[in-house]
């Protein structure tokens, strides 16, 4: 087997085990309020690439972590994204009507459903945190949590969607572009390759390498998605293509132009990878998906 079918392969296997996963941890779409559970289930089941749970998963691999443990928190992070997508369609803010290639979920409900959609995901995110094992030093899953918290909040995600917003019209300088995107997309891919980290045994000094490598690959993946947001079109996308350009955001095509994009991708990849020139075979998933990551085409 091809080192390429073997990394599809681990792809796919886990792909189709994480969904079950999901579905198990979801509230049930019988169970009151139908129509919210029903929602949630739409805005996080069958639909995109699970990026943030496949880091996890390949740090948990490589600090030699319980499956199980990796499940939970792989399974909080791509809560966490799928509420912030659900949140950043709303009309209040990106107003769009196609993610993952389906109707964005206020079109297929509603807006209050929408909201409270969000609200959940994230309130249910902390409850499984809570309540499953991640870790056996009790301290270090309460720093899991806290972790989480402040890489999803106004000093991670959310912050990096308020710049975002604030940006529409503006000329960033490159450093603050930089910025609100190590923030809006960076901080929960960082925080899934730590959690998943640190679901296992795992040195300070590794774990400093790890979270070096999570933040220059999800500068990566932000643009590699400005180029994509360029390149590709709606139907491949499965959301809405060029709308950056349409809002008048900036993004690192408008400043760099697409090769020099390009260029940037390359350069954040390779730096990546020297983060990880430590480790041995244990970091091979996370060595492919940095490939992935910058190969993608959607
Ligand atoms: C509303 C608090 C709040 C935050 C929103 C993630 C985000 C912050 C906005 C999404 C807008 C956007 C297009 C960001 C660029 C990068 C990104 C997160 C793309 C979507 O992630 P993928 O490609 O999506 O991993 P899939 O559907 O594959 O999970």
């Known amino acids: 087997m091809t080192a390429r079918a073997d990394f599809q392969g681990w792809i796919a296997a886990h792909q189709a085990r994480f969904e079950d996963v999901l579905r198990a941890l979801l509230p049930r779409a019988d169970v009151a309020p139908q129509r919210l559970h029903e929602a949630m289930r739409y805005a996080v089941l069958d639909g995109g690439k699970r990026v943030r749970p496949l880091l996890a998963f390949a740090a948990g691999e490589l600090a030699g972590a319980d499956v199980r443990r990796v499940n939970v928190v792989a399974a909080a992070v791509e809560m966490i994204h799928a509420y912030s997508l659900v949140h950043d369609d709303m009309p209040c803010m990106d107003d769009d009507v196609l993610r993952r290639g389906k109707p964005t979920c206020h079109v297929q409900y509603d807006e209050a459903t929408a909201l409270l959609v969000g609200d959940s995901l994230q309130a249910l995110v902390f409850q499984l945190l809570a309540e499953h094992r991640l870790s056996d030093d009790a301290a270090r899953q309460l720093d899991m949590i806290k972790l989480l918290a402040v890489a999803s909040g106004s000093r991670g995600m959310a912050g990096g969607q308020a710049i975002d917003l604030d940006s529409v019209g ?65 139907a491949t996308l499965g959301k809405t293509a060029g709308k950056d350009a349409d809002n008048g955001k900036p993004t690192y095509v408008s400043m760099l132009g697409i090769q020099g994009a390009r260029d940037m991708a390359q350069r954040l990849h390779r730096d990546a990878l020297d983060t990880l020139a430590g480790f041995g075979d244990e970091a091979r998933r996370l060595r492919e998906l940095a490939d992935f990551i910058i190969l993608r085409k959607f």
């Open 170 to 234: 503006k000329a960033l300088t490159l450093p603050e572009l930089e910025f609100m995107h190590i923030h809006k997309t960076g901080a929960l891919i960082r925080a899934s390759i730590l959690l998943g980290a640190h679901c296992g045994e795992i040195s300070a000094v590794q774990l400093e390498k790890l979270d070096r490598f999570g933040k220059l690959i999800g500068l990566a993946f932000q643009v590699v998605d400005d180029v994509l947001d360029c390149e590709a079109d709606t």
